[in-house]
């Protein structure tokens, strides 16, 4: 190998894929840093339900992905020592970002019980 290819001592191997869940566990996707699907599992009883449901539920954990490994990628920078400003530039988000958009996202497509009766 030569020297402009060796590997950095001093930096941790950053993950090539993230994975994240649906909040039941039904759906489950592995992402790249991007946020492109590797991997989708999904539960069995959820292919029954309305597909573009389905697959906007799919297209928005692969976000979510995306954004976590972005938080994940900030962290390891400003560890190496990358300003403030810098950080800034790089349109990483922050957690505080991550958080509010996924709290926005979660009342956004909540989805409504299939049926309002329950037992008396």
């Known amino acids: 190998m030569s020297e402009g290819n060796a590997p950095m001592d001093s930096a941790p191997d950053f993950p090539?894929?993230?994975?994240?869940?649906s909040r039941t566990g039904?759906?489950?996707?592995?992402?790249?840093?991007?946020?492109?699907p590797r991997a989708i599992s999904v539960d069995?009883?959820?292919?029954?339900?309305?597909p573009e449901l389905l697959a906007a539920e799919i297209l928005r954990l692969c976000h979510q992905s995306a954004a976590r490994a972005g938080i994940e990628r900030r962290a390891?920078?400003?560890?190496?020592?990358?300003?403030?400003?810098?950080?800034?530039?790089?349109?990483?988000?922050?957690a505080e970002d991550v958080t509010r958009q996924e709290y926005?996202?979660?009342q956004e497509y909540e989805t409504?019980?299939?049926?309002?009766?329950?037992?008396?």
């Open 112 to 120: 409504e019980p299939e049926s309002w009766l329950r037992p008396i």
């Open 26 to 36: 039904a759906i489950v996707v592995t992402t790249t840093e991007a946020g492109l």
């Open 44 to 50: 069995r009883a959820r292919l029954r339900e309305d």
């Open 16 to 21: 090539t894929e993230f994975t994240l869940s």
């Open 104 to 106: 926005v996202e979660e």
């Open 76 to 94: 390891q920078l400003q560890a190496a020592g990358l300003s403030s400003e810098l950080l800034a530039l790089t349109g990483l988000p922050t």
